[in-house]
């Protein structure tokens, strides 16, 4: 499994963008790249994934390059409840049924 | 929207007693998960588990531990001669084949 390299911590303020950057240089042909948030006391829940270029769903977007060594985490206009950590994952999941291997995270703090 | 969930919310138990952690996945999944989270640190795969059988386990996953699905819905962790050191969140998954969705966790105070 590739290693993921994000930034321990994040502030931010509410309304603004944020992107969140996340760096895996021995990611593997197969790999997608996953984004799961997790509040406190809570599991972790899906956000996004994506294999190349750029994914947008109701909650955020994943910018990927070409080289796919990294990846960025966006989420528009965030609120305080967006305060959680986040964290990048990359794996084989096309196949499905793979354990996640969480890193530290990231850990976004949205301030009013 | 379906969702995982698990019981006890919190468990307190004594050093050295049998715990079992419940969880009911999501009803047309077939892959199931057991992770931890030791308080202020990262979540650590466990064990899945598919066709009624363990699929990989991790170095954490030693004998003290078991996992069994007794039916169609419940899906338990078992620790049978607990210690300080277990004390974490369990969280159970569940999975389809695409995203893995995460139950509330059982927060396990060993004493």
């Known amino acids: 499994l590739a290693k993921t390299t994000q930034p321990i911590s994040m502030d931010s303020y509410e309304g603004q963008e944020v992107n969140i950057t996340c760096s895996h240089n021995?990611?593997?042909?197969?790999?997608?790249i996953t984004w799961y948030q997790q509040f406190p006391s809570q599991g972790p829940r899906f956000i996004i994934q994506?294999?190349?270029t750029k994914v947008t769903n109701e909650v955020a977007s994943l910018f990927i390059p070409a080289d796919r060594k990294s990846s960025t985490l966006s989420l528009p206009r965030v609120s305080l409840s967006d305060t959680a950590v986040y964290y990048c994952?990359?794996?084989?999941?096309?196949?499905?049924?793979?354990?996640?291997?969480f890193g530290t995270g990231t850990r976004l703090l949205v301030s009013p | 929207e379906p969702e995982v969930t698990q019981t006890p919310s919190h468990q307190v138990t004594q050093m050295g007693q049998e715990v079992i952690l419940r969880c009911v996945p999501i009803?047309?999944?077939?892959?199931f998960y057991w992770y931890r989270q030791i308080l202020g640190q990262k979540v650590e795969f466990l064990v899945s588990?598919?066709?009624?059988?363990?699929?990989?386990k991790s170095e954490i996953f030693d004998d003290q531990f078991s996992v069994e699905r007794p039916d169609g819905s419940n899906f338990t962790l078992k620790i049978r001669s607990t210690k300080l050191e277990d004390s974490a969140m369990y969280f159970c998954?569940?999975?389809?084949?695409?995203?893995?969705?995460f139950g509330p966790g059982t927060r396990l105070t060993v004493l």
């Open positions: 994952l990359v794996g084989d999941s096309n196949t499905g049924f793979q354990k996640l291997v």
């Open positions: 021995n990611i593997a042909t197969n790999d997608y």
């Open positions: 994506g294999y190349k």
């Open positions: 009803s047309n999944h077939l892959y």
């Open positions: 588990f598919y066709n009624n059988e363990i699929s990989e």
């Open positions: 998954a569940s999975e389809g084949g695409d995203e893995q969705f």
